[in-house]
């Protein structure tokens, strides 16, 4: 096992990015990914470790949203039948970045700037599309699947957006739905990369426990205390912080 060497005063930013992405029911690997690079840890030794704290912060987002009765397994089904197996598929590739690097961090920037600048009627659709779910979520939880599994995130920062800009959830349903999706991909994302890559369990333990403490405050104050408008415009900053970090490390 290669051993990593991290600086270790930069706990405190994961706190903070925990807490911003479990308010809006994400687990935070992209955040935690761009945290890594610029303490100079390579991706894909960190990987294992990102889907890990993925999965401890979005389980905490999970409990409080699911307390909060805002979960719908009705809505998590059709994008979890393929996006499991496409995660593990995903896992397992390796391919070149940069055409899918422009292609994200463009997506991002324009979800970003959709929920940021223009006022959404949001969860006002569901019933429309209800009858139809499946022939839309399978093939678009399968398009996730795969870029969870290569990227090494949950995929809640494609979900979200799509349930959001579509009408099918409001915010706080969006995040429910979200935190539950992310910790199903990133097992399946988790077992096929621990298949090439070794877990570190020195840093996830020690990240772990900070991240857990700081996901728990983060999404119990979405679940209960936020406003749905608020997570949304704290969801398009999420969005947008991670579209302009993949756009910048373009040009270093």
């Given amino acids: 096992m290669v051993e990593l060497q991290i600086p270790w005063e930069i706990i405190p930013l994961f706190f903070l990015m925990a807490f911003l992405y479990s308010s809006v029911g994400h687990g935070g690997a992209s955040g935690y990914l761009a945290l890594f690079a610029l303490a100079g840890v390579a991706r894909s030794e960190i990987a294992p470790v990102v889907l890990v704290l993925n999965i401890l912060v979005a389980g905490s987002s999970f409990i409080n949203y699911y307390r909060a009765k805002h979960f719908s397994y009705q809505l998590l089904i059709p994008f979890i039948i393929s996006s499991i197996p496409a995660a593990f598929v995903g896992g397992l590739l390796k391919v070149s970045s940069l055409a899918f690097t422009i292609i994200l961090g463009s997506v991002l920037l324009l979800a970003a700037g959709r929920l940021l600048f223009v006022k959404n009627r949001i969860g006002t659709r569901w019933q429309e599309y209800s009858g139809k779910a499946f022939y839309w979520g399978i093939p678009i939880g399968f398009v996730i699947g795969i870029l969870s599994g290569i990227t090494g995130v949950g995929g809640g920062i494609f979900l979200s957006p799509f349930l959001l800009l579509t009408g099918w959830a409001d915010a706080k349903k969006t995040a429910a739905v ?23 369990f020195d840093i996830a333990l020690i990240f772990g426990i900070v991240v857990l403490i700081a996901g728990q405050i983060g999404s119990r104050l979405g679940a209960f205390k936020f406003q749905p ?24």
């Fill in 178 to 200: 979200s935190a539950a999706f992310i910790i199903l991909n990133s097992l399946s994302a988790l077992v096929a990369k621990s298949l090439s890559a070794p877990i570190h």
């Fill in 229 to 252: 408008d608020v997570l949304q415009r704290m969801l398009g900053a999420v969005l947008l912080i991670a579209g302009l970090k993949i756009i910048k490390d373009l040009w270093l």
